[in-house]
C-alpha cells in the first residue's frame, strides 16, 4: 500500500506571514493523485488543493500552493499570508487511480497561526 | 454548493449496541465512501462503494461493518455490536467517477461508545 509521511506534527506561523507544510509519498506508480486536506476544529475536512502527477505545473489556489516534485515524491503546501481562519490540522493525501479510488493519508500537521 | 451531509452529528452508544449512521452524498456523484479517524489519528479509509455493491474495503471493514444505499439519495454505514475501539469521526465522502478525482467529505459522524 502507499504511504504517505507527513513529518512535521505541529508547526506555527505568524499571522501574514508564510509557512510551508511538508509531504512526501511513497509509491511505484507514475499517475496518481495528490492533495492537501484542511481539518478546523469543527473536523470536518475540507479539500485546500490538489495536483494531478501527469502535470509539471504546480497547483495553486488564491493563497494555498504546492511544491511538487515528483522524481523526489514530495509534495509541501505552502500558505502565503497566512490568516487566522488558517489555523487546523492539515493532511496530505495520495490517490491511486489503481485502487478503487481510495484515499491514503499522512498523520496530519498542526498548524497554529500567531496572530 | 453541493454537500455532502451526515446525520448524526454526534452519537453516544452503549458497548454492543448496533448504530447506523446515515449520509446523502452529492446528489451527481456515483462513488460513495466512509472513512474513520480514531481521536489524534490519520484518517483510514474503510469502504467504497458503486453501482449499489462495495467496490473496495479494508481490513478495518470486518463483518461488524456494512453498508446500504437504501434509496437514491441515502447512503448508511451500520455498525453491529459497537466495541469501545469504535469512539471515531465517521466520515462520508462521494466523488464523480469520470469527471473528477477529488472526494468531497461530510463533517463527520462523531460515535462514542461507552
Known amino acids: 500500500a502507499q504511504t504517505v509521511t507527513q513529518s512535521q506534527p505541529e508547526m506555527s506561523v505568524q499571522e501574514a506571514e508564510t509557512v510551508t507544510l511538508s509531504c512526501t509519498y511513497d509509491?511505484?506508480?507514475?499517475?496518481?493523485?495528490l492533495f492537501w486536506y484542511k481539518q478546523p476544529p469543527s473536523r470536518q475536512m475540507i479539500l485546500v488543493i490538489r495536483?494531478?502527477?501527469?502535470?509539471?505545473q504546480n497547483a495553486t489556489e488564491n493563497r494555498f500552493s504546492v511544491n511538487f516534485q515528483k522524481a523526489a515524491k514530495s509534495f509541501s503546501l505552502k500558505i502565503s499570508d497566512s490568516q487566522l481562519g488558517d489555523a487546523a490540522m492539515y493532511f496530505c493525501?495520495?490517490?491511486?487511480?489503481?485502487?478503487?479510488?481510495?484515499?491514503?493519508f499522512g498523520t496530519g500537521t498542526s498548524l497554529t497561526v500567531i496572530p | 454548493e453541493p454537500e455532502v451531509t451526515q446525520t448524526p452529528s454526534h452519537q453516544v452508544t452503549q458497548m454492543g449496541q448496533e448504530v447506523i449512521l446515515r449520509c446523502v452524498p452529492i446528489?451527481?456523484?456515483?462513488?460513495f465512501y466512509w472513512y474513520r479517524q480514531i481521536l489524534g489519528q490519520k484518517v483510514e479509509f474503510l469502504v467504497s462503494?458503486?453501482?449499489?455493491?462495495?467496490?473496495?474495503k479494508s481490513e478495518i471493514f470486518d463483518d461488524q461493518f456494512s453498508v446500504e444505499r437504501p434509496d437514491g439519495s441515502n447512503f448508511t454505514l451500520k455498525i453491529r455490536s459497537t466495541k469501545l475501539e469504535d469512539s471515531a469521526m465517521y466520515f462520508c465522502?462521494?466523488?464523480?467517477?469520470?469527471?473528477?478525482?477529488?472526494?468531497?467529505f461530510g463533517e463527520g459522524s462523531w460515535l462514542t461508545v461507552v
Open positions: 495536483q494531478e502527477a501527469y502535470k509539471q
Open positions: 446528489s451527481n456523484h456515483l462513488y
Open positions: 465522502a462521494s466523488s464523480v467517477r469520470f469527471s473528477g478525482n477529488t472526494i468531497y
Open positions: 493525501a495520495y490517490r491511486s487511480p489503481n485502487t478503487g479510488n481510495q484515499f491514503y
Open positions: 462503494f458503486y453501482n449499489n455493491e462495495i467496490s473496495e
Open positions: 509509491t511505484s506508480e507514475s499517475d496518481y493523485y
